[in-house]
């Protein structure tokens, strides 16, 4: 029979959670207390600390505001960092520090969103509370509720979308929030997490990380730093690791006021959520679920963005969601549509605008057989993705495109003026050089 001293640091965390999970499934009233010390107690520190550790170090990224990058944490002994971050749980003078913000760009050529990077040493800390929050709140989330959750995916939730309107719910709410994790307020999310989460010590941090101050560039080559989460009370920065929980929980409000008010019912509607998009999918008029939609974000304090958000009636109209076209299709053989799926000519772009990126002059200097690689990983996790329905003309669409720039970059390597389309044939790329071809899948 296996023992708790058996298992590995990791295997103690797993059956430590599904304990929690299934606790918090069984009675959807309890509130759990004596969570912190689960974080930094040193008969569990082996545990959840160890293993944030891990988890964050895995997932890499670079240095926040203090510059503590990974090799210097290794170089001095990740024991005892990891030993005075516990002390400073403990203790309670553990104090996070600022958010680096940097901008990552959008598929839309430029359009950027901030990012949020926190230091190493509090993205353990979180990672370490998060191990022991997110069984406890996930058990509340709605079965809507697709995105970051263990075991669903975005291709779900695409998924669930196309099957909703197989099923005759063509009526579509195409939503969209206002900056939603900058919009979350404070107050009301607290009393989400407080539900659950009696231990006033890890409100206490949950609080302390939602009103970490941000420093970014002030446009001047030097920081400046800014405290809008304290200031304004709202908001969770995008990029730290408890996030996305907070996120979803909050969501969970909407989820819930949409059936609890009988608005599922009465527009015989389902919501489908990701992050923070989101389609409601009925069969009444689209624009009385917009309306009622409005009502309860007005209430929840997230600004509806008016622009992007829109009524539409599918198949007729197609939309896109999280990548993907969906829509009537029309079989290869030109007899008959359906409503099908394919990847969106967006993402399609966004993927060829990166091949001709990475196969620019500036990486002349790459070996073909690293260029080579370094495309196939680039396309193969696109196709990873994007492989729902009909995908072949997208995949054809890549092929040539990746095809084209390869032979373009060999041509300059190589000094070729002419006759490239010969000595680089398509099936050379493929066969010799090992591009990948999506066309063979």
């Not at 005892?80 to 990552?104: F, N, S």
Request: proline content about 5%.
């Amino acid at each position: 029979m296996t023992t708790d001293k058996s298992l590995t640091g990791s295997e103690r965390v797993r059956k430590f959670q599904t304990m929690l999970h299934a606790k918090a499934k069984e009675d959807p009233k309890r509130r759990f207390h004596a969570l912190c010390d689960k974080v930094w107690r040193k008969v569990w520190r082996e545990d959840f600390l160890k293993e944030a550790w891990e988890q964050v170090r895995r997932n890499g990224g670079s240095a926040g505001v203090d510059g503590e990058g990974f090799k210097d944490i290794e170089a001095s002994g990740v024991e005892g960092w990891l030993g005075e971050l516990a002390r400073d749980l403990r203790e309670g003078t553990y104090v996070p520090k600022p958010v680096r913000q940097v901008l990552i760009p959008k598929k839309q050529p430029g359009k950027f969103r901030p990012l949020g990077i926190p230091c190493i040493r509090d993205r353990v800390a979180q990672t370490a509370a998060l191990l022991v929050l997110e069984p406890i709140l996930e058990a509340d989330l709605q079965r809507e509720q697709y995105g970051y959750r263990r075991g669903w995916s975005a291709n779900d939730a695409v998924k669930r979308v196309h099957g909703l309107l197989r099923r005759g719910h063509q009526e579509v709410v195409d939503g969209d929030l206002s900056n939603y994790f900058g919009e979350i307020p404070h107050a009301e999310l607290m009393k989400s997490i407080a539900r659950r989460v009696s231990d006033g010590r890890m409100l206490r941090l949950i609080k302390a990380w939602l009103e970490m101050p941000v420093e970014e560039d002030d446009g001047k080559g030097g920081r400046r730093r800014t405290n809008r989460g304290r200031r304004e009370r709202k908001g969770t920065p995008q990029g730290a690791p408890i996030s996305p929980l907070l996120s979803n929980l909050y969501m969970r409000r909407f989820v819930l006021g949409w059936k609890v008010l009988g608005y599922a019912r009465r527009f015989r509607a389902e919501i489908v959520n990701y992050a923070d998009d989101f389609r409601v999918l009925g069969k009444a008029p689209a624009a009385a679920m917009l309306t009622a939609v409005k009502r309860i974000m007005e209430e929840l304090k997230l600004p509806v963005n008016e622009r992007k958000t829109r009524c539409l009636r599918c198949p007729e109209e197609p939309m896109e969601f999280l990548g993907y076209r969906i829509g009537r299709n029309y079989r290869p053989t030109g007899k008959g549509a359906y409503i099908g799926t394919r990847p969106s000519q967006a993402s399609v772009q966004s993927i060829c605008r990166k091949i001709s990126e990475w196969t620019a002059p500036r990486n002349g200097n790459l070996l073909p057989g690293q260029m080579v690689e370094d495309l196939n990983r680039m396309i193969t996790g696109w196709a990873n993705y994007y492989s729902q329905g009909q995908v072949s003309p997208a995949y054809r669409a890549i092929d040539r495109h990746a095809g084209r720039r390869l032979r373009q970059w060999l041509c300059r390597r190589h000094k070729v003026r002419t006759g490239g389309t010969v000595r680089f044939s398509d099936a050379r790329l493929w066969r010799t050089y090992g591009l990948t071809c999506l066309g063979s899948k």
